[in-house]
């Protein structure tokens, strides 16, 4: 994690995601920007927190890990999102591990910060409450996905969600298959079952596996089989 002291481009982002009034001045005065890289856990399964954090730019990887050790795919976060406003509200662990599949870049603020201005302010709540029924509803999409969608489909919907951006471009993303069975885990399949689903993909021309990686060949075909149950 890096923190950066950078009062113009703070004040850009309040402006471009139009948080001038969910936040009063006293609390966007004790704002900084943090940024971690690729693979960086963000926050872990039982774990605490201490501050809310803004996801400004770029995107995040959530998942569960369970009591057998093994870890289920949540959902991917892009801006505007929030890391930190359950457990701000309670006083829970963190449920589950947030990893940036990018760079990422936040806007941070310390809890005891919030307690002291915006914990009181109605359209503090109001914003808080509207990201936490979203997240309600996309976990209980993921939890039908996970449980009632084919593996092609969530292994499609997987590779959608890895190889767009924040904005929704293509941005082509190399997956080692030594991953695969990391990814298998996250989608509650087998290695084994995943294997044959990226034959079946390679067969039909929607990725293309070399040279121990794989590439999305047809991401608009993998859209198409996703069906629109993605993991976001």
Not at 23 to 52: H, P, T, W
Not at 210 to 224: A, M, P
């Amino acid at each position: 994690m890096k923190r950066m002291q950078d009062l113009a481009a703070l004040q850009r982002l309040l402006e471009q995601y139009e948080l001038g009034g969910i936040f009063d001045q006293r609390a966007v005065q004790a704002m900084e920007l943090v940024s971690y890289g690729k693979g960086d856990i963000i926050c872990a399964d039982g774990g605490r927190m201490n501050q809310l954090l803004l996801l400004v730019k770029g995107k995040l990887k959530v998942y569960k890990t369970l009591p057998n050790g093994k870890s289920i795919l949540i959902r991917f976060y892009k801006p505007l999102a929030i890391v930190g406003d359950l457990e701000l509200l309670t006083d829970f662990t963190v449920k589950g591990t947030v990893e940036a599949v990018g760079e990422c870049l936040f806007i941070a603020i310390k809890y005891e910060e919030l307690q002291a201005t915006a914990y009181h302010d109605p359209a503090f709540l109001r914003f808080i409450i509207k990201h936490l029924s979203q997240k309600l509803y996309t976990f209980s999409n993921a939890s039908s996905l996970n449980l009632l969608y084919p593996l092609e489909t969530r292994f499609a919907s997987y590779l959608v969600s890895i190889n767009v951006d924040e904005n929704d471009h293509p941005h082509i993303e190399e997956i080692r298959t030594s991953k695969l069975t990391e990814i298998a885990e996250l989608l509650g399949a087998s290695y084994r079952h995943l294997n044959r689903v990226v034959s079946q993909f390679v067969s039909a021309g929607l990725v293309e596996r070399t040279r121990g990686s794989l590439y999305v060949k047809d991401i608009e075909q993998l859209k198409k089989l996703a069906n629109g149950n993605l993991y976001n």
